[in-house]
Structures are given as C-alpha cells and as structure tokens.
C-alpha cells in the first residue's frame, strides 16, 4: 500500500474505476456530438452556382442603364489632359499641360461622340499618307505647316507628304541621312524609338517600314492636335510632355530617341529634361537631335538669334551631355547623334564629391514612372545586368521570343515561365482569330492590351498588319521592362483614371481577368466609359473574364450601345467566359452641354 509522505494510507487505487469510468463516458459523449455534427452536414445544401453570380452581380450593383450621349464640344474630350482645366495649374514648366485628372464627382458618365460628318478611318496603309477631314476637323495646323509639308488639305481630306521643319526633302530622304550616321538601325540591333514633340508622326510613320517600332508624344494642345492626327494615320502615339514629372515609362527601354526641333530647353532647369531622356534609353543606345544648336554655323540667321548664342548653346549641350555619360557618335549637316554609355567607368565618376548631376541614390526607383516626380540626378544602369544593353541584347526579330534577363526582376517571373506564356498565347490568339475573324485584316490597326504581363498578346499577334499598346497596371507587377526587352513598346497606366490619348483612336482593346484584379479598385461603369471614349466605331473589345463578371460587364456594354456576345476559351471551361464586343456608329443628336 502506498503511503503519503506524512505517512497516511493513499487513496488512489480506490479513485482508478470512477476515472475510467469518466473517460468512458466523455469519449462515448464526443462521438455522440461528431455524429450530430456529420448528420447536420449532410443535411446542408450545395451552394449553386447562379446563387453565387447573382450575389457578386448583387454586390456589383448592376443594374439595365442607358448612357446619354456627351454634349457635341466634347467630341475630342480628353479627361486628364483637358484645356478646359488648364487655368486651374501653373505655367511654370508648362505644368498645366500634364495629366491632371478631374476628381471623382467630376466624371462624366456620357458617352462622347464623333464629329459631325466622321467617317470610318482609312485603312492600312493608305491611312499614313491619307485622312478624312472630318474625322480630325482642325483647320489650324492646315494653315500654320502647310508651308513645311507636314500636312495638307485637298477636299474632304488630309494629306501627309512626309515633310517637317527639318526634312524639307521629305521624311524618308531624313531617316535615310539618319541610317547612314547610325548603321544599327539596319541591321536589327535598334527596334524602340521614342519621337518627343513628333509633329505628326511622320518619322515615326516611315520607321515602321525599316523595322523599327515608335513611340510618338506630344502634349494635348488647342490646335494641332499631332497625337490625334497619328493615331488617326496608324501610327503609335499618346499624350504626354517632360514637365515636373517623368514620362510613363520603366529605366533603359528604348533603343533610340529623337527630337527634330521639338523646342525642349534641353540645357534649361539643369539639364533635367534630358536626365529623363537618360533614364528611359538603354545603355548604348541613341539620342539624335536634329534643330538648334546643331549645324548652327549655317542656320543661326533663320533662329532669330546670334551666332555666339547659338555657339554657346551648342557647348552647354555638349558639356551636359557628356557630363550624363554621353558620347558624340556621328555628326552630319543637321543632325546630330549621341550614345549613352555602357561602361561603368563614366558613372563612377558621378559619386564623386561636387559632382552635377550626381548619381541618384537608392530611395528612387530607376523604373518608376507613374506620377513620379523629375529628379537632378542620374539614373545609373545597373552593373548587375549585363544583357540589357543595346549591344547585348538579340537583334530583332529574335529578341521578340528570348526571356530578357531582366525578367528575373519580377517576382515568379523565369526563363520557363516567359517561354509557357508566350507558347498560351498563341493558342489563345489562335482561338481569337476564330472567334473574331477581323483580327489580321485591314479593319484592326490600333490595338490596346489593357492589362498585358509579358506582351504575350503582341507577340502572337507579330505577322499581322497592326501594332499593340502593352499597358501595365500601374499597381501590378512591373513587368514593362520585359515587354521593351522584347523589342514591343507600351506604358504604365491606372484604368481608375482616363488614359493618355483622344477619344476614337483604337480599332481593338483586349482585356485578360482585368476585373478580377482591379475592380476593388476601379469601378466597372467608368473603366468601361473609358473603353467606350478610346474606341473607334465599329472597332472591338475582347474581354477574358470570369463568367459572372463577363455577364456584368455585358450588361454595361449595352447601354453603352455595344453589341456582344459570349463566347468560351480555346478550353472550354465554364468559369472562364470571353465576351466578344463590337462598338456601334452613331452620331450625335444632343447639343447642349451636360
């Protein structure tokens, strides 16, 4: 027997039934419960599938709407870049000009309209060298350029004779001069080009026949209207000027930029507009300024200027340019080419003490350029990526299939991942050419991807006669840079604001889940208006969405006189829909303001 310390006889071996008897009864009891508890949940009723639409719908809140249409003054509205609001922003730097967006009570939930007398665009490629009048009805720049033969007016057309204020002889005799002075833009090796103040596009315009794809910015002005009057022609363009901000574009993307006496004060405010210039042109690649100060001994007399000015002009130029570690690579009569450097020898100099332009510390993001403020500073490439530079990287065409290196900057993103994506596009692009039989004919040139990862969609669409604007989300992964690496162009975005172009300048918009991702963020109804303002009539929209959404978006798009229809996905899954939608023509009945 045992015994407790003070000796007493214990009782534990008397308490050894009742606890065994315990434990019986709680397990018993615990069984009895999960018995209940299973029985209960067989009871309970699968959750149907059009139960959850209607509550997402429900949640949704949408409802059978018709948009009024916008009054006639607002046939050219641009919502960020408005010079109705232009009073309300400084002139300095020409603020005023930048996007400015109006606040959410100030939106118009209107559907603008054409022109009185607008007509389907002309089609590629007579469209580059011809447009209705009606369609951009601006007499002003008739009669300001006609002298430079930048455009004329015979008819009820427009005319492009490919001449400009520097290539009196005509664009191609230009770029031709420009080919000899820098060879790679033969051979494959330059493929991106941004045109800053690009008149009407023509440079641009005659690039796309030598293989090399542009970037065409202007700001929203009054009168000429150069963004309109190029994407009316064809030819890639947005809004935009190199103000207080930078340009929506990531770090080393372009292979080429060029300004033909775009009148930017290069040397002004301390060189800060060519720091952006730096930014975004990839090492080794070429920055080509034809206009004042160059070839100044013979041209200084039509400058309204001096020779010793022009001289002057001409040194702070090359002193800042060599200071941002570029190099006078070719020069001949009125044009001028510089190459950004690749080696680090030059940038190291830049953290040396009283240095300007020093090298930008690590609190910027090289790649951020969303509503991200200009610095004076240098954006110095990364030593680490050693096949990011012009001479590194493939020529075209085969830089458009090759992972870039720097898709190892994004987060998931692989050489493995790249190649599955690019093979899915296919296949998908594949089963959108059957669903959407337009879609490589002369009917579809402008195309938008609205919310591209890789530029997968652009790159299964490469043999066809049309160019693809690739936006990435302002708020998703910074995948942009890929996209440029592949030698295709686009721009950052926020769909919960206006984009960056005049209404009726693209004859496609596709969509892939963007919905699902953004629609916490960005209301339906007002995406969609937005889609509606940018869209050509008769042009089309693909959306790839979950099926409720699709529904939801379907219901929207017919009051805003769409026609669409759902279709399903190359797999024929049921919760995965594709809406094939096509904007109607119609013309405006209202005339007064809303």
Known sequence: MMKHKDGKPGTQGTRIVPMTILFVLLCGFSFYLGGIFCSEKNKIEPVKVEDVKKAVQSSLHVKPVTFAECSSDYQDYTPCTDPRRWRKYGVHRLTFMERHCPSVFERKECLVPPPDGYKLPIRWPNSRDECWYRNVPYDWINKQKSNQNWLRKEGDKFFFPGGGTMFPRGVSAYVDLMQDLIPEMKDGTVRTAIDTGCGV????????????????????????????????????????????????????????????????????????????????????????????????????????????????????????????????????????????????????????????????????????????????????????????????IPRWPERLHVAPERISDVHGGSASAFKRDDRNWRVRMKHYKKLLPAIGTDKIRNVMDMNTVYGGFAAATIEYPLWVMNVVSSYAANTLPVVYDRGLIGTFHDWCEAFSTYPRTYDLLHLDGFFTAE????????????????????????????????????????????????????????????????????????????
């Open 519 to 594: 629609s916490h963020r960005c209301e339906m109804k007002y995406v969609l208006l937005e889609m509606d303002r940018i869209l050509r009539p008769n042009g089309y929209a693909i959306v790839r969405e979950s099926s409720y959404l699709v529904d939801a978006v379907a219901a929207i798009a017919k009051g805003m006189r769409w026609g669409c229809r759902k279709e399903d996905t190359e797999y024929g899954i049921e919760k995965e829909k594709i809406l094939i939608c096509q904007k109607k023509l119609w013309y405006s009945s209202n005339r007064t303001s809303r």
């Open 201 to 392: 596009a023509s440079w641009g315009g005659d690039l796309l026949d030598r293989g090399i794809l542009t970037v065409s910015l202007a700001p929203r002005d009054n009168h000429e209207a150069q963004v309109q009057f190029a994407l009316e022609r064809g030819i890639p363009a947005i809004l935009g000027i190199i103000s207080t901000q930078r340009l929506p574009f990531p770090s080393n993307s372009f292979d080429m930029a060029h300004c033909s006496r775009c009148l930017i004060p290069w040397t002004e405010f301390g060189g800060i507009y060519l720091l952006e210039i730096h930014r975004i042109l990839r090492p080794g690649g070429f920055w080509v300024l034809s206009g004042p100060p160059v070839n100044y001994e013979n041209h200084w007399r039509g400058w309204n200027t001096t020779i010793e000015e022009q001289k002057s002009d001409y040194e702070k130029l090359q002193e800042l340019l060599t200071s941002l570690c570029f190099k006078l690579y070719n020069k001949k009569d009125d044009i001028a080419v510089w190459q950004k450097q690749s080696d680090s020898s030059c940038y190291n100099k830049l953290s040396e003490p009283d240095t300007y332009p020093a090298k930008c510390d690590d609190s910027l993001e090289p790649d951020s350029g969303w509503y991200t403020p200009l610095r004076s500073c240098v954006v110095v490439p990364d030593p680490k990526l050693k096949k990011s530079a012009l001479k590194a």
